[in-house]
């Protein structure tokens, strides 16, 4: 029964083991969502937010929340940017379905593709190449996400990334010794402001995949949730099986590396500062080294 | 009793002999944290008791998007 009201319960809530109903769960999922946005100031008003929205459960749910909590602030706008990677059979239903959403809802609703933006779709780069298009992808994603982001005047980013995705990005980069990657990790990602990029915001930084899901069935936000074809074999996917096998034997495991990740956080960034945002010397995109992982992956692809 | 189980889109028995949900988890061998469960058509904790007949989805709530 359901701890609060004892009624039909609809989730035993992972890191607690309390069990909610759909009225309380909608309230506790709402609840965690405010007070993160609030805790971590990850907007103002007269913002514009823009979400990345890719069509999935995480980040549905994410526009249909920020909706909810930004439209009665009329100084606040938001606006849904889809990445099209060019993967046949999964980002087009996906799409179909962001698109139904923003038209109903009166979102604007912006695509960006790699075949126009970069010259190659993903599907063509894996056909070409024969290898696990993850890691490109990803560097290309959010590279192509800022810079369209700036186009369209935003000034806040959202993702709909959630702790399970931020503890598995935790381990990897420890796995990987790329702790400095670490640095820009957290609920508001990005060691400084800077003019060429903008910042990004974790509203459901606290939220686990399977809350997510539960939160984005409950409202109805898409009838099925495909899976990326090529995340099979990925090192993401393999951190993730172990994590959950984990959780599931010791409970609220991903919740303590995230609690733990926080403390070390503000000490992280205060060490990484020191290494300002270069200009990438060949497309002038906010980069950490000479020239950036998008250019150097282009120069590959070439 | 016994049950019809399906694990995303595919069925994987008609006729699960079981007395729980927890017991479906562990004979199929699935992690409680990587599905959400819909009980004939209403999304249900693993808690919840079932009956001869029912029919249960187990939806997986990983993505990559």
Do not use: W
Request: hydrophobic residues 35%; charged residues 30%.
């Amino acid at each position: 029964m359901c701890k609060r009201c004892k009624t039909k319960p609809v989730i035993k809530l992972p890191n607690s083991g309390i069990s909610l109903c759909k009225s309380c769960f909608l309230k506790y999922f709402e609840r965690k969502v405010r007070k993160a946005i609030r805790v971590y100031e990850m907007f103002k008003k007269g913002d514009t937010i823009g979400v990345a929205l890719s069509g999935g459960k995480d980040s549905m749910s994410l526009l249909h929340i920020l909706n909810s909590i930004v439209k009665p602030q009329r100084k606040t706008k938001l606006i849904a940017i889809l990445i099209d990677e060019g993967i046949k059979g999964y980002r087009n239903h996906t799409k179909k379905i962001a698109e139904k959403y923003c038209k109903e809802n009166d979102i604007e609703f912006h695509v960006f593709s790699f075949e126009k933006e970069l010259g190659y779709s993903l599907d063509k780069i894996v056909k070409k190449f024969n290898l696990i298009p993850c890691s490109m992808c990803g560097v290309f994603r959010r590279s192509l996400l800022n810079k369209c982001a700036r186009k369209l005047k935003v000034t806040r980013l959202a993702t709909g990334h959630n702790l399970d995705d931020e503890s598995q990005s935790i381990l990897m980069n420890q796995f990987r010794n790329n702790v400095s990657m670490s640095a820009r990790l957290g609920p508001v990602t990005g060691v400084k402001d800077d003019k060429k990029f903008v910042r990004r915001i974790k509203p459901f930084y606290f939220l686990t995949e399977k809350e997510t899901m539960t939160y984005a069935y409950l409202n109805g936000l898409a009838s099925e949730f495909n899976e990326c074809p090529y995340v099979r074999g990925s090192f993401r996917h393999e951190v993730r099986a172990m994590l959950n096998k984990f959780d599931g034997k010791y409970p609220a495991t991903k919740y303590s590396i995230i609690k733990s990740f926080l403390e070390v956080l503000p000490l992280l960034k205060k060490n990484y500062k020191k290494l300002a945002i270069k200009s990438c010397k060949s497309c002038k995109e906010p980069c950490s080294q000479d020239i950036c992982q998008t250019c150097e992956y282009v120069k590959m692809l070439k | 009793m016994k049950v019809k189980v399906y694990v995303d889109k595919g069925e994987i028995s008609k006729n699960l002999d079981v007395k729980s949900i927890k017991e479906i988890i562990s004979k199929l061998d699935l992690n409680e944290e990587e599905f959400i469960i819909v009980k004939n058509g209403e999304l249900v904790s693993s808690d919840v008791e079932i009956k001869d007949k029912d029919e249960l989805k187990f939806l997986s709530v990983t993505s990559a998007g």
